[in-house]
Each structure stands twice: as structure tokens, then as C-alpha cells.
């Protein structure tokens, strides 16, 4: 499963969507080879669970690829910025 994405930038102000809109936010993702094996414990993943900002409320978003294992706090796999309209 790994470790939850860490949150970058500068706080922003709550944004409020209309019905219909739709707002985004930047996600860096690491090349987890540039991780040691052992560390990471090198995984393949079919998707992100991503959760709106201050919910529980997720969806799945399909995106296969390979990442980190382990629940090791020092390795940060991605990272996201503050959602904008």
C-alpha cells in the first residue's frame, strides 16, 4: 500500500465549486528504482485512491505502474500541491 502522498506548496484559501466546475492539483510521483530494493520493496499498483481535501470521501483512479511497499516514513513516493480552480 505505501505511504499517503505528503502535501507541498503554500496553503491556498478553500476553493468552492459550482455544480458542473472542476478544480485541480499538481501530483509529483518519484521513480521509485531511484529507491534501494530493500527500502522500498518495489510493488506493482494498479491506481491511486485519491480523497477530496479534508474528507474521507475517495475515488479510485486506474493508473498501473510500480511503487514503493513499504510503510517506511523516510521514502516519499508522491507529492501533492494545494487544489485551484
Known amino acids: ?11 491556498m484559501s478553500p476553493v468552492e ?12 510521483a518519484s521513480v521509485v528504482a531511484n529507491y534501494p530494493a530493500d ?3 518495489p510493488t506493482a499498483v ?3 485512491t485519491v480523497y477530496s481535501p479534508n474528507t ?3 475515488i479510485y483512479l486506474p493508473y498501473p505502474t510500480t511503487g514503493c511497499g513499504t ?8 507529492a501533492v ?3 485551484t480552480d
Not at 71 to 78: A, G, M, R
Open 1 to 11: 500500500m505505501g505511504q499517503a502522498a505528503v502535501r507541498t506548496g503554500t496553503a
Open 17 to 28: 465549486l459550482a455544480p458542473g466546475t472542476s478544480a485541480t492539483a499538481t501530483v509529483k
Open 39 to 41: 527500502q522500498c520493496q
Open 46 to 48: 494498479s491506481g491511486l
Open 56 to 58: 474521507t470521501d475517495a
Open 71 to 78: 510503510n517506511d516514513s523516510s521514502i516519499t513516493q508522491l
Open 81 to 83: 500541491q494545494p487544489v
